[in-house]
């Protein structure tokens, strides 16, 4: 074999054996992620400062929505600020999870979508709940506001992306208008962080079980 086709070989072998088991060849065994980890040490100074300024005491961002739109500084702020508001909208803990499980189902992923099933379960959501968005099941039988919500959202993700006039003003009567924007800019706001971590190739690190069922 010439010379050159086995050192390709071997590069090749020694490229495989470094993959961590069950990740993507293009996924960082660190973060992952498509994207490397980012230590302090390899910060730009503009990073650095909101780095310090959205995760203090952290010698390196999570793994996730911080690490990835940490990726650019004048994201990330805004993303993280917009997120901490949000957290304590005016609709509550409980519509927060059920908003934020829409936004990553719809967008399928998977490592948000775990990570707010969970944290609906914290916050008192009904199984049922959860198992109408997680199998995407019809919302008849569930509680009124819980069943308002997912109904809003799916008819904002799909089809024509509008709600009707009536399931409108049922939202607005339910949660007043205030309410019916948070509601929605948290589901835009987890929509929008999917796509970031769906075109990162964020995978589930091994302590965190994929609860999203597949499509």
């Known amino acids: 074999m010439p010379l050159r086709s086995t050192l390709l070989l071997?590069?090749?072998a020694l490229f495989a054996s470094a993959q961590t088991p069950g990740l993507p060849a293009d996924v960082d065994s660190k973060s992952y992620s498509r994207l490397p980890l980012l230590t302090r040490e390899k910060m730009t100074p503009e990073q650095l400062k909101v780095m310090d300024k959205i995760a203090k005491d952290r010698p390196a961002p999570?793994?996730?929505?911080?690490a990835t739109s940490l990726y650019s500084p004048g994201v990330a702020e805004p993303v993280d600020a917009l997120n901490q508001y949000l957290r304590k909208t005016v609709v509550g803990q409980h519509y927060f999870?059920?908003?934020a499980m829409i936004g990553a189902w719809e967008m399928e992923n998977a490592y948000e979508f775990s990570a707010h099933e969970a944290g609906a379960r914290r916050a008192g959501v009904d199984s049922n709940v959860i198992d109408a968005i997680k199998f995407d099941?019809?919302?008849k039988g569930l509680p009124e506001k819980?069943?308002?919500?997912?109904e809003f959202g799916r008819a904002l993700f799909r089809g024509r992306h509008h709600a009707s006039p009536a399931l409108y003003a049922k939202v607005v009567d339910l949660f007043g208008r205030q309410g019916m924007i948070e509601l929605v800019s948290v589901m835009g706001d987890y929509s929008m962080m999917a796509l970031m971590l769906n075109a990162a190739g964020q995978e589930l690190p091994p302590d965190r079980p994929n609860t999203m069922p597949a499509r």
């Open 97 to 99: 999870e059920i908003c």
């Open 146 to 150: 819980d069943a308002t919500v997912i």
């Open 62 to 66: 999570p793994l996730g929505p911080q």
């Open 10 to 12: 071997l590069i090749s």
């Open 137 to 139: 099941r019809d919302a």
